[in-house]
């Protein structure tokens, strides 16, 4: 049955991981996603599952790796500094292919930065960010819905791919209410869990692992996570279009930016000024091949972000060459307004 | 008119924004006297935690570095490693120094690094809104332990002072408590004491002092001192642990 | 309609409960809505701010920089948002904190709610906030005053119920002097 609640953004996204089945939560507190720990700390108990606020963020993504390879759904979720200290677990957990959820509530930074929103972690989150050649799975929420439904579907994909999957979301996102529509959860049909460490018994040893010393053994495991990736961007690439249509400018934006982004839109449309918006869902894979087809027909793009340009990276490499591709970035303090973002798109229009 | 009492030379002419009853701020004024008592403040360089201290920048008017969370005494090592003439403290609350940082504080002591360590122990996370800390006493409730700390669930408080005076390389290791006039004037000889230490080159000094956060503990602050007393002192008895004499920390 | 509006003061005042219970008024009417908190940095006595959007459209930012109406409760608020509300929009304020001569727009409906007197007529600083949300609602019929007074039992958790009939009271003391007094 489907219920409207009204709730903010990280109770929506708790809420979806316990209906998701995750019942083994490890978190650290830091401001601005600790009501998602808090809520974890009332409801684990209700549902027989497991909270432990971790010594440290290391310690959080390494009792991860623990829960998965027993099988388990197992999150986290923190903020920028502490998804640095993760980059570590998440480089083993991708390694050990081994599923998990992440969330990232980002701050702004370098260093210890400042709790206001910012999409500064692009580049850390769609690059791998630890050591290696890797990828994570990267989901891009921009409303208090989708932090409730991409988390049922981050941990979908995680058991998919066996990969650890990134919710990146902001301040903002996490903290503003809106509606939200209780959807029943309906499970992607998922492989069976045929490699979890639970006692060798009437079977043989299994292994997770990293480590490949043998000849050619490295290589082979690079290229099978390759093989992954490349799956990843046939199967499951997801972004929004919003009065595409008949533009002759495209704003490029997620998240956050992507919300205020249709506001300006609006306002333009009503000055008469043909724009639309594109927005990617998953950040990795990211949306290149419908981006390179809308860019067979519309010519102009504005990138906006809320950094000083990371995405826009991306949009460059999507689109086809004639196509020209403008940045319009809001470094953190407060989030941009509509307004100001009405008169960044004005001067490339 | 004879002045009474003085602002330490070492901290700036500001208000402290601290809550109401913080303990923070007598502390502040503890170190501040301490350095200026012995003439350090040209050569003292304080390094930060992360915790509601964040902003001893604000207040102290010398050097001072800012670490990530909990690796303060890391960098306050290579700081004197540097420097070995200058005077090194570092100024962390409990979840800074217990939890995340539980690694860097024990290996820093048993290196026997000649630099003081100011711990605060509040018994919870300020900054973040009151949150368990590892010295969170079992049954208190915090917004991470919200049916009370259980020890099932989440261990047992760590008394950070024995512990780190079992370690070798520790020269000088007391708690002191802020809540009474009386345990105020010790904690005063104590801080000056661990600096003492460090001028000496004794060698690792370290100084817990139990704090309130009447904020986060919901109490106003002459309640949270009663806490002090009939809560915290009990678990975490107050006293001197170790103390080197003479040069016997080569 | 699509209609925004911030609400700033300083932290203490209630400004949060006031903006919740507005958006959640707005909720129950099958409205869309986004509540946004601001909190300063301070713990204490520093800004409080909060912004509401409803609409009957899907609500694209939730963030304004110039909204159609604003509650000031300040004068450091008025400051700050005076100047961005738009041409024609309303401005509420508290008069018992801001004197209505410090506007210096003529472009703006303004309302005067000496919130904290009227309060005290209830026997309860407290309720101030609550006689400010009843003017607002009264003057711009957002949403219906019944579903704000229906909104308190969804916002206070339940052992604070006993307060529900004091709130419901200041949120009529104040659409009674908005219904009362005539805009300057
Ligand atoms: C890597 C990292 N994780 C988490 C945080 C968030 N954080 C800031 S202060 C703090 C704890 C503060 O508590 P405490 O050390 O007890 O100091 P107090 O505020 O009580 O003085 C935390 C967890 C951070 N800044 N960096
Ligand atoms: S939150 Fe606690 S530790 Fe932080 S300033 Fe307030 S009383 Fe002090």
């Known amino acids: 049955m489907e219920k409207r609640l009204f709730l903010r953004g990280n109770h929506a996204l708790a809420i979806g991981a316990i209906k998701a089945g995750c019942r083994f939560y490890f978190g650290y507190p830091i401001t601005p996603q600790n009501d998602i720990p808090e809520f974890f700390s009332k409801q684990m108990v209700k549902v027989e599952g497991c909270f432990i606020q971790a010594e440290s963020e290391v310690a959080s993504i390494n009792m991860i790796l623990g829960a998965s390879a027993a099988g388990a759904r197992a999150m986290t979720s923190s903020s920028s500094p502490g998804l640095s200290l993760m980059q570590e677990g998440l480089s083993y957990l991708a390694g050990s292919e081994l599923p998990a959820v992440v969330v990232n509530i980002n701050r702004s930074g370098p260093g210890l930065g400042g709790i206001s929103a910012s999409q500064g972690d692009y580049f850390q989150a769609t690059r791998g960010g630890g050591h290696g050649d890797y990828r994570t799975l990267v989901l891009a929420p921009s409303s208090v819905q989708e932090m409730h439904d991409l988390t049922l579907l981050a941990f979908d994909l995680a058991d998919k791919y066996r990969n650890p999957v990134i919710i990146l979301a902001d301040a903002v996102l996490g903290q503003i209410q809106e509606t939200m529509v209780d959807r029943p959860y309906q499970p992607l049909e998922l492989p069976p869990k045929d490699w979890i460490l639970a006692g060798a018994s009437g079977r043989d040893p299994r292994l997770i692992k990293s480590l490949y010393l043998k000849e050619g053994e490295m290589e082979r495991h690079n290229w099978k996570l390759f093989e992954k990736y490349q799956r990843m961007k046939r199967e499951d690439v997801r972004h929004e279009n919003y009065l595409e249509e008949e533009a002759e400018l495209i704003i490029v934006s997620f998240g956050t930016a992507a919300r205020v982004a249709k506001s300006a839109i609006r306002l333009a449309r009503a000055e008469g000024l043909k724009v639309g918006l594109f927005r990617p869902i998953t950040l990795f894979p990211f949306p290149e091949k419908a981006l390179f087809d809308l860019s067979q027909r519309v010519k102009r793009f504005l990138t906006i972000e809320m950094n000083t340009g990371q995405m826009v990276e991306d949009v460059k490499l999507s689109v086809a060459r004639d196509a020209d591709v403008h940045f319009y970035g809001h470094a953190p303090g407060s989030p941009p307004a509509p307004e100001e973002l009405l008169n960044a798109l004005k001067k490339v229009y | 008119m004879k002045q009474v009492f003085k602002r330490p030379r070492s901290l700036k002419d500001v208000s402290f924004h601290f809550c109401p009853g913080c303990h923070h701020g007598t502390i502040h004024r503890l170190v501040a006297e301490a350095i200026d008592y012995y003439d350090l403040r040209e050569r003292t360089i304080g390094v930060a935690g992360v915790g509601c201290s964040v902003f001893v920048y604000e207040y102290f008017d010398i050097d001072v570095a800012e670490a990530p969370h909990g690796r303060a005494p890391a960098v306050a090592t290579g700081l004197k490693r540097a420097l070995p003439d200058r005077i090194v403290f570092t100024y962390q609350g409990d979840g800074d120094l217990a939890s995340i940082g539980m690694s860097e504080i024990v290996h820093t002591a048993n290196r026997g690094e000649n630099l003081t360590v100011i711990f605060v122990n509040n018994t919870v996370y300020g900054m973040t809104g009151g949150q368990m800390a590892p010295t969170t006493l079992l049954g208190q409730p915090t917004t991470t332990s919200p049916y009370g700390r259980d020890f099932l669930q989440n261990g047992y408080p760590i008394r950070m002072a024995e512990m780190i005076a079992t370690l070798e390389g520790t020269s000088f290791c007391a708690r002191v408590a802020l809540n009474t006039p009386a345990n105020l004037m010790k904690a005063k000889k104590t801080v000056r004491r661990a600096f003492e230490m460090q001028m000496n080159n004794m060698g690792f000094s370290f100084v817990e002092l139990l704090a309130s956060c009447p904020t986060n503990w919901g109490m106003n602050p002459l309640k949270a001192n009663e806490r002090v007393e009939k809560e915290l002192i009990p678990y975490f008895p107050l006293g001197t642990f170790k103390e080197r004499k003479g040069t016997d920390h080569q | ?184």
Do not use: W
């Open chain 3, 1 to 184: 309609m699509y209609h925004e509006i911030i609400m700033s003061g300083v932290g203490g005042q209630g400004i949060m409960v006031i903006g919740s219970l507005l958006a959640q008024a707005a909720f129950m009417e099958n409205l869309n809505v986004t509540y946004t908190p601001i909190y300063g940095v301070e713990k204490r006595g520093g800004h409080a701010d909060c912004t509401v959007v409803i609409s009957s459209e899907e609500i694209g930012s939730p963030i304004v920089d110039s909204p159609q109406s604003c509650i000031i409760m300040s004068r450091p608020s008025l400051g700050k948002y005076g100047p961005r509300v738009k041409p024609g929009g309303f401005l509420l304020l508290n008069s018992s904190f801001v004197d209505p001569l410090e506007v210096r727009r003529k472009d703006l409906d303004i309302l005067s709610v000496p919130a904290l007197e009227i309060a005290q007529t209830l026997g309860n600083d407290r309720l101030s906030n609550m006689v400010i949300i009843g003017a607002f609602v009264e003057k711009t019929r957002v949403v219906s005053l019944d579903t704000l007074a229906a909104a308190l039992s969804q916002i206070f958790e339940e052992h604070y119920h006993h307060l529900l009939p004091a709130n419901a009271a200041a949120i009529s003391k104040g659409a009674e002097y908005a219904r009362n007094s005539f805009h300057q």
